[in-house]
């Protein structure tokens, strides 16, 4: 009886196994836990696939912004002899032996730039060298502030020096290094920042070609504004200092009745307070008026003045002060420059369908006409 009883309730080693091996059997073959993995597998591929196909665009859009970039600059198409423009029938790249070509050079060269803080406006300037055999035309002096939707008060020139002197040009002829591009800005406003980048670019043409440079961000800096470090500098810098005052002055020119050597205009000079900056130019620095003072020839000079008010204030001053009689030959008015632009971008409308060339020619007339 007692054997019988044993055998009733006793549990065998191979019965436990198998239990142990059933629980495990269904633990391991779970079919909600096989659908999440397929689940979890299924979107872990979903994300490296679209992860690639990303890396894939930027790629391509990389690549097409350089093609973009090169025919900009070179007025050619980049040359598409590389390793990554051929690819097998599975999609790997097919590597090619590169072959040995011409670079293309840029036309214009920045060689120098500078900036100033004047009055109320900021100052850019940048020294080009044109390196090519044909005359550049079409100049044109952009710039756009970093994180601004739009610019106000941008006014470009173009300035080529002759004896000290410097006169707008509207092309560059071969071969010249002398031949300075400035850009007058409003102020911008430094808000939370205590920077302002500002991006500039400079187009022009080339046998029909429209090409472009690209100039190094120029910054100003709140501190270096309150620190004077953006002021004229006439020990350093003096042509530049004197290009600078002329980019943002209205001339005029004078015929003298005497010589430069004569006692008369070292009198005028004095009564002016002028300073000799360089061979040809003088500056005056007064509190109720700043002036340049340029020497063309063996009478005649050019008085360029902030406004035309404080230009006549000069000119009564010479003939009040020191009785000098003196005659107007001309006089450079903002008034003749716009009408030219109006008319240069009408005929733009009738005559020209070149789109980049429309857009220019209305930016110019805006600029001027208020």
């Known amino acids: 009886m007692d054997c019988f009883d044993d055998d009733i309730f006793e549990f065998s080693d191979k019965d436990e196994d198998a239990c142990i091996s059933k629980i495990t ?14 689940q979890l597998n299924s979107i872990q591929y979903r994300i490296d696939r679209a992860k690639n196909e990303l890396e894939e665009i930027k790629e391509t859009v990389q690549h097409i912004s350089n093609n973009l970039l090169h025919k900009a600059v070179f007025g050619q198409d980049k040359s598409v002899d590389s390793d990554n423009d051929l ?8 590597l090619k032996k590169k072959h040995e070509e011409d ?16 009055f109320d406006k900021w100052i850019i300037g940048v020294v080009l060298q044109n390196v090519s055999f044909q005359t550049l035309n079409e100049l044109r002096f952009y710039a756009f502030p970093k994180g601004t939707s739009e610019i106000h008060g941008v006014v470009s020139a173009f ?15 071969s071969k010249r290094d002398n031949v300075v591009a400035t850009l007058v800005l409003d102020p911008m406003d430094f808000n939370e920042n205590t920077l302002v980048q500002i991006y500039g670019t400079i187009s022009y ?6 090409l472009q440079i690209a100039v190094p961000v120029v910054t100003f800096t709140s501190r270096d504004i309150l620190r004077g470090t953006y002021k004229l500098n006439y020990s350093q810098q003096p042509k530049y200092a004197v290009l600078a005052l002329k980019s943002v002055f209205v ?3 004078l015929e003298l009745p005497y010589q430069f050597d004569s006692e008369n205009f070292v009198d005028l000079l ?24 340029e020497t063309l020839s063996a009478n005649k000079i050019k008085i360029s003045a902030k406004t035309m008010s404080r230009l006549k204030l000069i000119l009564r001053i010479i003939q009040d002060e020191s009785s000098i009689p003196i005659t107007k030959l001309e006089e450079f008015s903002c008034v003749e420059e716009a009408a030219e632009a109006l008319i240069e971008e009408l005929e733009t ?3 020209d369908p070149n789109l980049a060339r429309i857009q220019r020619a209305r930016i110019k007339s805006d600029l001027l006409i208020p």
């Not at 670079?103 to 004047?118: D, G, H, T």
């Not at 002759?162 to 560059?172: C, F, G, P, S, T």
């Not at 500056?283 to 700043?290: F, G, Q, S």
Request: charged share 30%.
């Open 103 to 118: 670079k293309p050079c840029n036309f214009l060269v920045l060689k120098e730039q500078w900036q100033y803080v004047l």
């Open 159 to 173: 300035w080529e020096e002759e004896n000290d002197l410097w006169k707008r040009v509207n092309a560059i002829l």
């Open 270 to 293: 004095r009564c002016l307070d002028a300073k000799k900056i360089v061979k040809n130019a003088y500056c005056v620095e007064n509190a109720e008026y700043y002036a340049v003072i």
């Open 25 to 38: 059997s269904r633990k391991e073959f779970n079919p909600i836990e096989e659908h999440l993995a397929k």
């Open 87 to 94: 690819y097998t029938v599975e999609g790997e790249p097919v």
């Open 349 to 351: 409308y009738l005559g």
């Open 251 to 253: 001339e005029t020119i």
């Open 205 to 210: 043409e080339n046998l029909d070609m429209e």
